[in-house]
């Protein structure tokens, strides 16, 4: 009897993730691992099936154990930026440093409050391409983000696809936005990706006139936490831009992008770093 009791307190301890207990406080938990009645220890075992699941599954404390153990990113090298009236336009940055970045797109739809907490936790950086509606309304979850280390860059206002569009109309939608997230940011964006990917000479011109840097495509996208690569190497290429975007799925698709960039023999890096 006394061994029967010994060996359910054994699996008792067992059944507990060790990693909550080591990098959490019981509030950052999923919700099944709030503190319950100690029942276990004087009934009979329980055989409910939240006894058998891992009561962390696909909560914070899940995420970041998924997170891989990267290199060291090497010390960024800036990449040479064109002197010319026009921004240049860039699916990956030229540079062959192992190193890949990992973009978030629009900010209107969703915006899941754990992943603040994933990006500062796993240190993960990001650059957010946010219109600038999204950011108003929403300022405060994205702050949060930017104090987490994410930057905030400039995506429209209004989100239309700006190819064939007049060069007023343009430079309107993307001076418009980046002056609108200097407000709410306290710092004005440098870097401009057109919504779709859609661009034309004036988008780049214009652009340019507004203070943005460089105009970004992107290498790989990531939706519900698959990547989709442009190659059939299915590697991510140094340089690298995968783009996702603030959908309910975020977290699975930041955890996707980390471990697509891992895969590849490479480390994720901040996308100003290297263009500025
Ligand atoms: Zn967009």
Redesign the pocket.
Known sequence: MLALLALLAVTGCAARPTYTARHFTADQRGPSASPQPSAGRTGPPSTSPSASVPPAYKSLAWYLAQVPDFPEAPPPQRVPLPASGAAPFWHRVPTEQKVAFITI??GGLARPPAAIDFIREARIPVTM?L?SPAAAAHTDYFKQIEAAGGVVEN??IT?TSLSGRSYAFQKHEICGAAEKLAELFGKRPTLF?P??GNRDASTLRAAHDCGMKAVFHWSETVDKGKVRYQTPTKLVQPGDVLLM?FRPALMDDLLGALKAIYRSGLTPALLEDYVN
């Open positions: 797109d629009d391409f219109n995506h429209t989100h990706r919504p779709f975007h």
